[in-house]
């Protein structure tokens, strides 16, 4: 019962993070989004692990830590485009940014 | 070559050295030299000066200096000093200041009054804690409050008031031989008038 | 003098005997049947309680005492006298100072985001009360046993980061955000250094629990030394980046330039006024004595006695006589060094401390694997040497001194 | 009154704190749903903070502390950071409005909006499905034992079981730190 609940939260948390990747046209707001989802997905793993048959294997803690470094690297360079972006089409509506070449 | 940071640590010596040696510095002469002041008074220096004062001789009503000749108030630039002079019973006015007042909280002390008074009436005083919560009722110093005595003042500014006494005195002896050589003249004058009229009345007993 | 030692589990003990106590008569008088898990979880709450109230009370007597005594230090080593008119020779100036606080109007800029502005100094505040749950002030005495204390400690500071930048935003104003600015870029440039070093005691250590530390540094060689970390040459380096990193982490002289007055009135505390500035300034205090403690912790060897023969001293007084020496020395800094330029600031960051930190880092390796005896020494110590001779001499050395610059027109 | 008391703590209050993580995950949700709906991006970001912060607590919650420190650490010190920062260095400008293709640009929107909405309650009406009636969701599970994670377990594991993830993700990490600068620099060409 509990796991499920878990799940729930961290579904609820995922669709959040995907309504504020779908809707909203500034990209940061895509990239705070997709924070989110990865929050989510972390969230799912510790659960996981906390109701596995092992939890001393610490497979999902490992997932967790993992996926929390690359979230931060993919944060890093995801602001630094935008940041690029903005210096080109002074704006950071992803609609805006539609052409491949500089 | 130096190492690197040891300008950080020549600082640190610096300031430890301040550290320890304001406690060892007992009679405060070197470090620590802030006076502690409700405690500590400072010592004025003859030279200091703070708002002016009206001096006197002996009794505050009749050794009054000031014959309100108004030079001062004309004089002062930031217009700080009132003055009305005196009348007698028959509204007659009299060489003595009947009001005489002075804004401190507007006076700069510049000293003009003092240059300018041709009586050494108004001299600069050297208090200085005379703050107050009301301007009006306390800063505006009157007559009662500003007339001190030529004793206080050569306590306060010895020089100076040495001085001034000297001139006052050296006035007082030149007006005093002055007096004295028009008596002397108006003696000789009534001794040769005597004289003529004796030489031109014949001696009734000759 | 065991009895000094332990007085102040004793007199937890003694609390938590009275609270059950008064509670197992209270409930006979009543009537009422306890339920048999009701007084563990009882004593429990009220064990916590009791340590939260001794952190806080403890650290609010430090900040207390350490904002008179530094301004007093302050002022001896600048030939002056410093607060003496409060109390005993100033002794009441917190007071005076708290009553000036609190009575002064609570100023919220009309153009300000009043919530943010509201909850800055709550995010400010909260985290630096946490952080000083898990330093070891003691034999036994450390607030809460955490398996990864070190990693806790650094988690709950970047909470500061956040509530600068709230502070700075909210206030519409420039300076509040230039401010801002400026210490959360100082805060991350130095956390680096600041974390490595920290990493560097935990490497050798062999765990990350504050209380696992210091007891790694127990002991004494030759008999006298005692085994702390920096009386080693990678511990000394890494304790000076430590040292310099929690300057720059609690935002003090030379690093204080967030809130450098000449240039940014005030930084991210310009639009605080009363209560919310006394809560910063507050904040800024414990997170000082609380990184302070994790230093003495790391480096210094926490609550151990520095020689054999002091071992009769209670080891806390040992703990709180460290940190007060640290406060004293931050207070000489201040009073010794100039505020840096923000581009010597992030320069010295980056192309100094971080390199240095590194070379601590494979000295401490170097010295752990080489065994630990003269060799190790001599090798770990021209790991960090040459690093830093190399370092100071071709970044950090003005080549142009007075000596050999040239004005063009003055001669 | 007495009656109440004795009732009130005959309750099973000794299986409380396993329900704890309900606060966090509470206060995460809430907080999520404020970052996805409020206009102010600063607002947006600082609510995604907090969002972080409670899921940083959840996991400690749940047992595992390192993992709740290592997401305070990295997303309230670092990730937030940097959005926000990205949020004042890219300051909303008049082109973006202007230059819309789209003529009806409240309609476009509006368009927008439902669309992403529908797509967001059918996935999560999806994994719902899936948590609570998938065939699978009745599976015994581990009856929530203790399960912690000690960091020197999660030591020990990161360098004998995960040795090379852990230099890939070193690798990554450097990458990314190069790359994010590369990219973030001012062109001097143009």
Known sequence: MMLQLLLAISAVLFCFGLLAALTRSNAIMVLIGIEMMLGAGNLNFIAFWK?????ELLTGVMFAIFSIALAAAEAAVGLAIIIQVHRRLRSVNINQADQLKG | MNLPGSGILKGMAVTAVNFIGSFLDRAHAKRLITEQYPEERPTLVETSRSFPFLVFDGDPEKGIRCTACKICEKECPPQCIFIVKDKDANGKPILRPQIFDIDISVCMGCQICVEVCPFESIRMDNIYEVSAYDRFETLVLHKEQLLKSNVYYRQIHPTEAAQTDAR??????????AAKAAAEKAAAAKAAAAAKAAETQPEPTA | MHFLENLPLATKKFILDLVKGACGWLCTKLGIALPPWAMPLLLTLVSILVVIVAIIAVYMVMFALMSVAERKILARMQNRYGPNRAGW?????????????????????RGADKIVHFLAPIAMVAPALMLPAIIPYGTGMVPVELSAGILYFFALGAGTELAVFMAGWSSNNKYSVMGAMRAIAQMISYELPLVMSAVIAALVAGTLS????????????LGFIPNWFVFTPWGFVACLLFYIGALAESNRC??????????????????????????????????????????VTLFLGGYKAPCPFLEWIPSWCWFFAKLALLAFSMVWV???????????????????????????????????YAGRGPLAWGLSALIVGIPYLALGHFCFTRHHTADNRRYLYSE | MHDL????????????????????????????????????????????????????????????????????????????????????????????????????????????????????????????????????????????????????????????HTLLPLQGTAILLTAALIGAALLAKEDKRS
Request: hydrophobic share 60%; glycine share 6%; proline share 6%.
């Open chain 1, 51 to 55: 109701f596995s048959a092992h939890p």
């Open chain 2, 168 to 177: 006052i005195e050296a006035a007082r002896v030149k007006k005093a031989a």
């Open chain 3, 89 to 109: 020779f100033g002794i009441l100036q917190p007071v005076a100072d708290g009553i000036k606080m609190l009575t002064k109007e609570d100023l919220v800029p």
């Open chain 3, 210 to 221: 504050p209380t696992g530390i210091v007891e790694a540094q127990g002991g004494y060689s």
């Open chain 3, 254 to 295: 030379p690093f204080d330039l967030p809130e450098g007055e000449s240039e940014l009135v005030a930084g991210h505390l310009t639009e605080y006024s009363g209560f919310k500035y006394a809560i910063f300034f507050m904040a800024e205090y414990v997170g000082m004595f609380a990184i302070n403690g994790l230093l």
């Open chain 3, 334 to 368: 201040r009073a010794t060094l100039p505020r840096f330029r923000i581009d010597q600031m992030m320069q010295f960051a980056w192309k100094f401390m971080l390199p240095m930190s590194f070379a601590a880092l494979i000295a401490a390796a170097v010295w752990y």
């Open chain 4, 5 to 160: 008391f004795q009732r009130l703590i005959s309750l099973p209050w000794d299986q409380a704190p396993q329900w704890f993580f309900l606060f966090p995950a509470l206060l995460m949700l809430l907080a999520a749903a404020a970052a996805v709906m409020l206009r102010n991006l600063i607002h947006c970001a600082l609510c995604l903070t907090l969002s972080f912060i409670a899921l940083g607590v959840l996991f400690i919650a749940l047992g595992a502390e390192f993992v709740g420190f290592v997401q305070l650490l990295v997303y309230v010190g670092a990730v937030t950071m940097l959005i926000l920062f990205a949020i004042l260095l890219t300051p909303a400008s008049e082109v973006a409005a202007s230059n819309n293709p789209f003529r009806s640009f409240q309609l476009s929107k509006a368009l927008n909006a439902v669309a992403g909405g529908a797509v967001a309650m059918l996935v999560l009406a999806g994994l719902l499905a899936a948590i609570f009636f998938s065939p699978h969701a009745q599976a015994a599970v581990n009856p929530a034992k203790a399960a912690t994670a000690p960091a020197a377990a999660i030591g020990e594991n990161l360098l004998n």
